[in-house]
């Protein structure tokens, strides 16, 4: 019959072997105590990189001392601004939507304006348009082929423009042109006027068959839309200075003769200037 093995022993001979084993004593060490380690330790493997890989560290300053940062390129602007939803898409871009608002008066002009409103926004700006008339708005969206950051608020101040009262070919001038502003104020915030005194302010600015008001755009280089007593003024700054100082004094009471004068001098300043 085989001898049991130390798994089939009992409990008892099983702890008494593990205790005569710790009586067995060790052979005599055969290591020197006086004899130093050494320890060799295997130093970290760098991985090869060309020299075009290496990138320089190095901080650039100028004369005043003051960091010079290389620009960024347009890759990293594109995976900066991109959308939470497609982080791993380094030449998407956040895409944002505006909703202009369309006054009911405005309906109809928009729907027949149409063909010449939506050409610029789509080819011009690269954006998304689409009008909806259940909700009496045109709605404007940035897609991946548009490239300009103002895109989308060129688009909505050129539907504004429209919506007040200017016509296509002269908001399209806002998308063309950087430094082109709408200035709106109301009669009363000049003068407070009721009743048939609102009516000859406004018969003054607009003058015969609309002669008066004519002769300010053209002066002035501005667009003037007149809204009941609200005054709507497309064009630069100071064109937009010239025309509200003429607007300004015909509310007071200025005759047209002494305002046609006034830009006359006006006129012959801003020549000689050129």
Do not use: C
């Not at 089939?8 to 105590?33: C, F, G, K, M, Y």
């Not at 960024?72 to 497609?86: D, E, G, L």
């Not at 423009?161 to 001038?173: E, K, N, P, R, Y």
Request: hydrophobic content about 35%.
């Amino acid at each position: 019959m085989p001898a049991p093995t130390a798994l089939q022993r009992a409990p008892d001979a099983l702890a008494e072997d593990v205790h005569n084993a710790h009586e067995i004593p060790l052979p005599p060490s055969t290591v020197d105590e006086n004899i130093d380690l050494e320890i060799i330790t295997a130093e970290p493997e760098i991985p090869f990189q060309p020299d075009h890989m290496l990138e320089d560290t190095s901080m650039q300053i100028d004369e005043e001392g003051r960091p010079r940062f290389a620009p960024v390129s347009s890759t990293a602007a594109a995976t900066t601004s991109s959308s939470p939803s497609q982080p791993n898409s380094p030449n998407s871009i956040r895409i944002q939507s505006r909703k202009v608002p369309i006054p009911p008066h405005r309906m109809t002009p928009l729907k027949t304006s149409w063909p010449k409103i939506y050409p610029p926004l789509v080819e011009h700006l690269k954006l998304q348009v689409r009008m909806n008339i259940k909700s009496k708005a045109v709605e404007l969206r940035t897609s991946k082929f548009t490239t300009d950051t103002g895109a989308l608020q060129k688009g909505e101040d050129f539907v504004k423009a429209f919506t007040l009262g200017f016509d296509v070919d002269d908001a399209i001038a806002l998308l063309r042109l950087d430094d082109l502003y709408i200035e709106t104020f109301e009669i009363k915030d000049v003068k407070t006027l009721q009743g048939e005194h609102l009516g000859r302010a406004i018969g003054r600015i607009a003058g015969k068959d609309g002669k008066t008001k004519f002769a300010i755009e053209n002066t002035s280089k501005t667009r003037v839309v007149l809204a009941d007593s609200k005054i709507h003024i497309l064009g630069g700054f100071q064109n937009i200075r010239i025309a509200r100082e003429a607007v300004v004094s015909l509310i007071l009471g200025a005759p047209p003769g002494k305002v046609y004068g006034n830009l006359r001098t006006v006129a012959s300043r801003m020549k000689e200037r050129f």
